[in-house]
């Protein structure tokens, strides 16, 4: 009778821990619009699939073991490079609804992001500031993805840049002012 017990809770054991599983996923980040268009970040997500029910709205964030390696910009980035990624505020985080994916929050910033507390002050929430290598992006983020049907996920990558347009050398200006002078000039 002992073993039988002993063996009954051994597959309860082993039974509650089968589930429990490390996935890895791909995902591809699309710059939509700006300066920047066209532009593709790719990278990779882990998490453990055992820390959601999959029912209603569910977050796993590095503190629940997240991991995230994204290439852009030739750069490679980790979940430690987001601006969030501390003890008290966990980024970045993966969002569930019924146990699909529909987020990936992943912010990278190498300048100050102001945001408002409790008292509706300006605060600055950054806390983690990365060098981009490209210059002009002063920050980029992921958030909704969607699973692909051939495996893995896309989603949109939003840049913000200070790229300024490329400005017209002062000689180029002066040599068609005196065009159009020679023009008016020789009509009369």
């Known amino acids: 009778m002992k073993n039988w ?3 009954s809770i051994l597959l309860l054991i082993l039974s509650s821990s089968a589930n429990a599983a490390l996935i890895n996923e791909n995902f591809t980040a699309t710059v939509l619009q700006g300066d920047f ?3 593709v970040g790719n990278g990779s997500f882990a998490y453990d699939d055992s820390l959601i029910s999959g029912i209603g709205n569910e977050f796993i ?3 629940d073991g997240l991991t995230v390696n994204f290439t852009a910009f030739g ?8 601006i969030q990624y501390t003890d008290t505020m966990p980024f970045p985080q993966l969002s569930f609804v019924d146990g699909v994916i529909t987020e990936l ?3 990278v910033s190498e300048v100050d992001v102001w945001g408002v ?3 509706g002050q300006p605060v600055i929430i950054s806390k983690v500031l990365t060098n981009i290598d490209q210059g002009g992006v002063f920050n980029f983020s992921t ?4 699973a692909l049907s051939e495996g893995g996920y896309e989603g949109e990558l939003f840049v913000n840049s200070d790229v300024s347009p490329i400005p017209v050398p002062g000689a180029l200006w ?8 020679l023009a008016g000039f020789t009509k009369r």
């Open 37 to 39: 268009i066209g532009t």
């Open 143 to 146: 958030l909704g993805i969607t």
């Open 5 to 7: 017990k002993s063996l």
């Open 75 to 82: 750069q490679n980035f980790l979940e430690s490079d987001d």
């Open 117 to 119: 507390n409790d008292l």
């Open 61 to 63: 964030n590095i503190s």
């Open 174 to 181: 002066l040599f068609f002012s005196g065009l159009i002078g």
């Open 105 to 107: 929050d992943f912010f």
